[in-house]
């Protein structure tokens, strides 16, 4: 087996269970005896040589991880360009690797991660660095290839499907006298995965939500409104929701923010009032929108069973690949079979991943482009199954989440500044 | 004991718990022999004499109403004036009542309901109708005198409180490069109840919520922005809670929509957004901002334990008291002791509830306007004890929600119609 440290990284939006991958990697290397850090912050915390020492945590911190929300090591959205154009970077990278004896970097996160990754892999080669990169998959977007799905897209699936059903019953009770249309907004910059499980809300015909507004299908004011209408006439409410990546027919983001984040993606948020005004002002109902934003994506309280352990399984697979020596792979979740749900965790190399979005299928999308499909469903059901409540404090009435030390290791090198973060 | 039926009927926005309450009426009433109808959406079914038979439904799927979120058997938003101006329609009340033999009156509201209670119980003696007019405390406003808490509002609050404490989380670890200010705006119109309840999710200085915005408190934008700033500057990032009801140094809604309910109430919605926008062109940090809206309310899936058990207790004891003779009062949740948290139910006047708004206490609002104090922990901590986890099915992985029949008892008057609703 090989000598040597790991370090381990949480990259881009968190997520409900990425702790719970992280958990999954630190009890596995105390198994294996093998000395772990986590970066600070993400990338940001390798480049700058902040490491934290996990042996400083204590065994019960450790274990609440699994059960706590966010990334307990801090993420960040910071992204490595081409070895070309970030060349000191990465060598940087290497510098802090050699420096602390890290023979083993998990960098936990979505397609950019898995890019970025599978960089550090070519450099380190080129460079003559001994270096195990794997990537562990995490995004609540859904949006990674190979994989059966992402872990922490089950939990915000489950979280988005009770509480469309949950608000739905507030606005049926009400609506005789009150609210009429009700529109949540729910992530998915570029896919309507987390739209798509909303779904799962209600089976029979009439059960909200009665409409879904996917990215994938350019918003028709027309006949958006004809079946607002029509959904209300018969049923006497109607619950939509929409993605925050929702597009008009010129393929323009309907509720475009004008802001761009580190990546240089565009910032989105309230297409879920302009599409509740829209029906107001040319329907006349009475609405009510809601936008969870980083709600839907935080809750452990209502975290899905199948996720928080598939979370848990490509976290012990990372740590178990790297130590067997493989290098530049992802553990990915294959899904057996529906009936009964069985999965497992297996390799698959970066290259198959790496900058790969994976979109929804669209026999996915019910053909009139409001709801969803059988097919659909059988996919997305077995991952919002199962509660795994987290512990609770009896006097506080909240939910007990890790608290950790969070110690730096002492510095070797000087200090690096990140110029034009 | 009085012979006669009893009507129940729900009232003004609905809870995560009002079922509780109506599982309660109707549970008692089956010990008791008395037979029970539910007003389809409340007193607007009354009226026109739209009476669900709740003889007719399944005994699991009464147990069911327990955990179940929304209004059952419809609520509604509709007031009836005063004696002199509704006299028609109380008498219709009155004439339904009558055919039906319901000589006891449940009406589960708010302190619109309490007053149409007190109001009914006065045509009736003025008739000579005998009733027994119970009022049955519920609003997550919190706002109903007398009786320390309202139920519906303990759930509400640990929803915020829990909501805050996981956002705030996700946020805290992307700081570095990414979000530094979340703005979460919650419900209270008039007064920031549950906007104080969301400090519950921290108890050390720079926890989150680090800033609440009370309606209470006039806004004042320079304290708010520097505070925001400070707090940034000092612990990475900032969660602002800001009540729906949030005001300006004139006293007029900073998010004033301009639309009204049937109450005459101004709807509300936006401030969080608003204030979110106030603090990018001031301070240009990137921010994030949720609108939870009816999902705060209906979150039956993380409600308070202690309010379930409360709005449970309440409509047992609403039936007792009208059976045995009680008349125009509401049960109430008296506070025994916090240490240990006691409470029991005991009858109050409606003369001392309708129409009367509870305030938050000034000794609640800390110094700075910004935050809770210990005075108000104490308050609020014991109503968010507990969990009261509703049943999953294991296929679906969402909540078992009761489904009831609402099958509606024949009518024996001429159809009225509500003219001016």
Known sequence: MNKGNLLYAQSGGVTAVINATACAVIEACRR????????????????REELIDLAREDRAAIQALRHTPGGAFGSCRFKLKSLEQDRARYERLIEVFRAHEIRYFLYNGGNDSADTSLKIAQIAHVLGYPLHVIGVPKTVDNDLPVTDTCPGFGSVAKYTAVSVLE?????ASMCESSTKVFVMEVMGR??????????????????????????????????????????????????????????????????????????????????????????????????HWAVPDYLQRSARHLASKVDALQAYAVGQAAVEYALAGRNAVMPVIRRISNKPFKWKIEPAPLTKIANIEKKLPKNFIAGDGFGITAAARTYFEPLIRGEDTPPYDATTGLPKYATLKRVLVRKKLPAYAIADK
Chains 1, 2 share one sequence.
């Open 167 to 171: 608000a739905s019953l507030d606005v």
């Open 32 to 47: 294996h005896r093998i000395r772990a850090y986590a970066a600070r912050n993400g990338i940001i915390g390798a480049l």
């Open 190 to 287: 570029h896919a309507g995965w987390i739209a798509a499980a909303a779904g799962l809300a209600g089976k029979r015909a009439d059960d909200p939500p009665h409409i879904i507004l996917f990215p994938e299908v350019p918003f028709d004011e027309a006949a958006f409104l004809a079946r607002v209408r029509a959904t209300v006439e018969r049923v006497g409410y109607c619950t939509v929701v929409v993605s925050e990546g929702l597009k008009n027919a010129q393929g323009q983001f309907l509720a475009e923010a004008g802001t761009r984040d580190a990546f240089g993606h565009t910032q989105l948020g309230g297409v879920g009032p302009l599409i509740a005004q829209l029906v107001k002002s040319k329907l006349g109902y009475k609405y």
